[in-house]
Each structure stands twice: as structure tokens, then as C-alpha cells.
């Protein structure tokens, strides 16, 4: 992470991204991006020696990639408008723990209440005791039917 990212930054991070992905790469056809200065010819050009094709988003059109728009304002007014982050090491751990119970958890009401990768099937509607299981230190809880 930096507070200035310029265009050899970005590259260096696409160029981490498809390392990362290793033989995954292949899966991704596309990465959308917005038109700011950052992103350089030379980032473009790692994600197409990967195979992705780099798709820009039309000018002052943040509606065009929405998706992500939403997911960044999800994670600001949930999580890190609420807390203190403490450095670099601090926030990717948060946004790590944050994104499992994104993913996992959290109901999303575009899939009528169900997380995007459920662990399990959701449960039936049950009667009775519920254990609470607190997330971020308490900032977010989940809850599960108490055995």
C-alpha cells in the first residue's frame, strides 16, 4: 500500500497480482479499471502477457464499475470508518478477516439474504438458543443456532 501511487507502483502490483494468481491467471478474462493516471501502458501490458484483457470504464463514470464502487463503500461505512488502523500489517489483517466474512457470512440482499460462498447450506429458521460469534473484535458478530 502507498499514500502515492504512481505508474512503476502499479506495475509492480499487477506484475505481484499474476505471480500471486500463479496457473489461477488463466481463470481471469478481464480487469476493469478506472482512467487514472496510475495506470500505465506498462500495466496494461503485464495483464495481457497473463491473458486479461484490461476493459477501462468510460470518463467521470464511477456508476460503470459499480460493483466495485460498492463493495469499497460497504468496507468504509462497516469497518474502517469505525476503527483505528495502526499501520499497513494491521489494515490487511482486518480487510483479510473482513472479506472471509464478506464472502462467507455477511447476507447480501441481491442473493435474498445469502452470502456469495456460504460455508454451508443456509440454515432453516430455528427456535431457541443463538450463540453469538463477534468478528473484528465485537465490531461485527455473526450468529449461529447454540448446541
Not at 92 to 106: I, W
Request: some cysteine; hydrophobic content about 40%; overall charge positive.
Amino acid at each position: 500500500m502507498t499514500a502515492h501511487p504512481d505508474g512503476p507502483w502499479t506495475t509492480q502490483q499487477a506484475r505481484n497480482l499474476v505471480m500471486d494468481l500463479g496457473e489461477r491467471a488463466a481463470q481471469f478474462r478481464f480487469l476493469v479499471r478506472d482512467r487514472a493516471g496510475q495506470f500505465t501502458a506498462s500495466f496494461d501490458a503485464v495483464l495481457a502477457d497473463a491473458g486479461i484483457e484490461v476493459v477501462k470504464i468510460p470518463p467521470r463514470c464511477p456508476r460503470a464499475n459499480c460493483c466495485a464502487e460498492r463493495f469499497v463503500l460497504t468496507v468504509r461505512t462497516e469497518v474502517t470508518d469505525r476503527m483505528l488502523i495502526f499501520g499497513e500489517r494491521h489494515l490487511r489483517g482486518v480487510l483479510a478477516q473482513y472479506s472471509l466474512h464478506y464472502n462467507m457470512q455477511r447476507p447480501h440482499r441481491a442473493l435474498k439474504l445469502r452470502p456469495p460462498r456460504p460455508q454451508s447450506p443456509v440454515p432453516k429458521l430455528a427456535y431457541g438458543r443463538v450463540r453469538r460469534l463477534p468478528v473484528l473484535g465485537g465490531l461485527i458478530n455473526e450468529y449461529e443456532p447454540a448446541t
